[in-house]
């Protein structure tokens, strides 16, 4: 049962696929679309690149940008449609990856809806996007790797740095905890951040106490191994 | 004699067929059986996006709220709509792992003069603006929300000494994901 809402919306459904495809086999899958509003909505499907940076900043780029795009490998149907109030459609995208494909490729589909305004006077008009991510692995050829990079203190905050070094994304569970000889004095985890293929992240502990520690940081990635570093800072 | 046996099938068996008798002879037969129930939730995200004004678009008409201004920079609320807030937004996700952004970003009204910088968001209420840039910037972000989770904004426009006169007219995109 879904509410019809005055304004303009919808809802995608899945927001994200994560598909293992053999390579030279094409796969079809689709997405949900429901109008949530009492508007017709004409909706427009395009293909982005994204990365997120190292302090976990998503920037959107043009499709085939991205090294690990997707994109050339995905096929979308429709690419534009009207959608009644209340109405559910189904966008399908065939995904068939080449014989040479190793490890994760990724990208998303932005759906766009639009509503013209009604008069023209001097303006703003709003326009509503939702993204169906897509992470598409190549079958047996999925490599998972990662190692902390670096542990530093600066401005009242620790900083761990953690690099993937294999080819399918991570998301990895960080586990801090700071020692004061034998006591545990800090203790926090941080789960769930997405690192791409090949892309570092820094993951920032806010840590104000004054003197000596011990920190260590362990990191569950998913691999064969947890990793943990371990180094000492002087807090003044 | 006859009374007596028909008396005894009158009374026993009854009380037999209809149970009494299991208690007193057989152990008791237990049938315990269950329903299975299923209840799939399918993992969604969705935006919504309302605004009060006439024609479902925002309007800042500086003529009607007194222009020129006394010095620039000056800072005009919408004239329609005349209240807060002048967008309401609202954010679905349901998933119970992911971290769902709001971003949004516009285009200049005036690539020269009026550039999309001189339009501000605040979260509704707040009075706390920040300028609209050209390039995606987060506006919220969480984890699952509880039903449609309001993330209502107010608008105002910064006006300078420099801007020409004329009708211009921009693009505010708004953009939920969950990575």
């Known amino acids: 049962m879904l509410f019809v809402l005055s304004g303009f919306g919808f809802l995608l459904s899945p927001p994200s696929f994560d598909l293992v495809v053999f390579p030279g086999r094409a796969v079809t899958k689709s997405i949900r679309i429901t109008n949530v509003s009492r508007e017709t909505l004409f909706i427009e499907v395009k293909k982005e690149d994204f990365v997120i940076d190292a302090r976990g900043k998503v920037k959107w780029l043009e499709p085939g940008v991205y090294p690990f795009s997707c994109h050339e490998y995905v096929e979308v149907n429709p690419l534009s449609f009207t959608i009644l109030p209340g109405e559910k459609k189904t966008v399908r ?13 990724s990208g998303v589909l932005v759906f766009r809806s639009v509503r013209l305004p009604k008069v023209w006077k001097p303006t703003v008009v709003l326009e509503g996007e939702v993204v169906c991510a897509l992470y598409i692995k190549a079958a047996n050829t999925v490599v998972k790797s990662g190692d902390i990079k670096n542990i530093t203190y600066e401005g009242d905050t620790i900083f ?7 080819n399918c994304r991570l998301k990895p569970s960080v586990t801090l905890t700071v020692w004061d000889g034998p006591e545990k004095v800090y203790e926090k985890k941080v789960e769930g951040e997405t690192i791409l293929r090949h892309s570092r992240r820094v993951f920032a502990f806010p840590f104000k106490k004054k003197g000596r520690f011990r920190v260590i940081a362990r990191i569950d990635y998913g691999g064969l191994e947890i990793l943990e570093g371990e180094r000492e800072i002087l807090v003044r | 004699m006859r009374k007596c046996i028909f ?23 237990t049938l315990i059986d269950s329903v299975q129930v299923q209840v799939i939730i399918p993992e969604r995200i969705g935006l919504y996006l309302e605004t009060d004004a006439s024609g479902d678009i925002v309007v800042f008409d500086l003529d009607a709220a007194g222009y020129p201004p006394a010095s620039f920079p000056a800072y005009y609320d919408p004239t329609d709509p005349a209240t807060s807030p002048t967008v309401d ?21 005036d690539a020269t003069y009026i550039p ?3 339009l501000e968001w605040s979260p509704a209420g707040a009075g706390s603006y920040t300028d609209f840039s050209n390039g995606w910037t987060n506006h919220a972000s969480g984890s699952k929300t509880t039903g449609w989770e309001a993330h209502d904004e107010d608008y105002r426009f910064e006006a300078q000494a420099d801007d020409p006169a004329g009708t211009y007219t921009t693009w505010v995109r708004y953009r939920v994901y969950a990575l």
């Open chain 2, 116 to 118: 999309i910088t001189q």
């Open chain 1, 160 to 166: 761990i740095e953690f690099s993937n070094e294999g």
């Open chain 2, 89 to 109: 937004i609202e954010v679905f996700s349901n998933s119970p792992t992911k971290t769902w952004y709001l971003d949004a970003c516009g285009d200049d009204f």
């Open chain 2, 7 to 29: 008396l005894f099938a009158l009374v026993v068996l009854p009380i037999n067929l209809f149970g009494l008798g299991r208690q007193i002879g057989a152990p008791p037969d």
């Open chain 1, 93 to 105: 995208f065939t995904v068939n990856l080449p014989q040479n494909a190793r490890g994760e490729y």
